[in-house]
């Protein structure tokens, strides 16, 4: 049993670059998110979708964009990496009242 | 607009003592839910107990317990009978559906626990 699953574990890129967070969840949760993690910030949203179809920024969306693919797959893409961006980023599932799955975490470093 | 606030960034507890880790909470809307999670120095994100807004029962699970005033917004985690392992970091999270808000999930910034042999 998976949970959520995030990939990669850790990437440096340089500035300008692009690159493609990707996630999956085999939970058949309708609801999934995106957060990075700072320290002394705690966890802040980035996006979220609350369902197949739909997505909706949360509080820190600028620089980030992302895709629900389908039910499984929710993807955070950065089109032009600069060094404000250098954080943990989580990918969680969940349904509606319960708890969210939290993926293992990908470590970025923009230099 | 909603809000979570921890306001201790690191917390000290003897092994073997009770402690209460704080968490205020802003909303309006009427029907959310309450969530705490553990964060070791591993790295993942470790659910602990929820709490629905119209509960009526404190929630309990093991040693976790959470203490909730709905009057006060208040919704502190007490963990009974510290142990080493319960070192980590700790958040507090809510879900609504206010100002139109399709249920995200949004964090405190945490508090830092240390337990002291």
């Known amino acids: 049993n998976a949970g959520v699953t995030q990939t990669p574990k850790f990437q440096v890129l340089k500035t300008g670059q692009s690159m493609t967070l990707q996630c999956a969840q085999d939970m058949n949760h309708n609801s999934m998110y995106w957060y990075r993690q700072d320290p002394g910030m705690g966890l802040r949203l980035i996006y979220y979708?609350?369902?197949?179809?739909?997505?909706d920024k949360g509080e820190v969306p600028n620089g980030y964009n992302v895709s629900r693919l389908n039910k499984r797959e929710f993807s955070l893409r950065l089109e032009s990496a600069a060094p404000s961006q250098t954080s943990v980023y989580f990918c969680?599932?969940?349904?509606?009242?319960?708890?969210?799955?939290f993926g293992q975490g990908t470590r970025l470093t923009v230099v | 607009a909603q809000k979570i606030t921890q306001t201790q960034p690191g917390m000290f507890v003897q092994e073997k003592e009770a402690v209460t880790l704080d968490c205020t909470y802003d909303?309006?809307?009427?029907?959310?839910?309450l969530f705490w999670y553990k964060q070791p120095s591993s790295g993942e994100m470790i659910f602990l107990i929820y709490?629905?807004?119209?509960?009526?029962q404190n929630a309990t699970e093991g040693r976790y317990s959470l203490n909730f005033q709905k009057a006060r917004k208040s919704a502190n985690l007490v963990i009974s009978a510290s142990q080493l392992g319960d070192s980590a970091m700790y958040f507090c999270a809510m879900r609504d559906f206010a100002g139109g808000s399709q249920g995200n999930l949004i964090f405190g910034k945490g508090t830092k626990l240390s337990v002291k042999p």
């Open positions: 709490q629905g807004s119209y509960d009526e």
């Open positions: 909303t309006s809307d009427q029907s959310y839910g």
């Open positions: 979708s609350a369902s197949e179809g739909t997505t």
């Open positions: 969680a599932s969940s349904e509606q009242d319960f708890e969210a799955f």
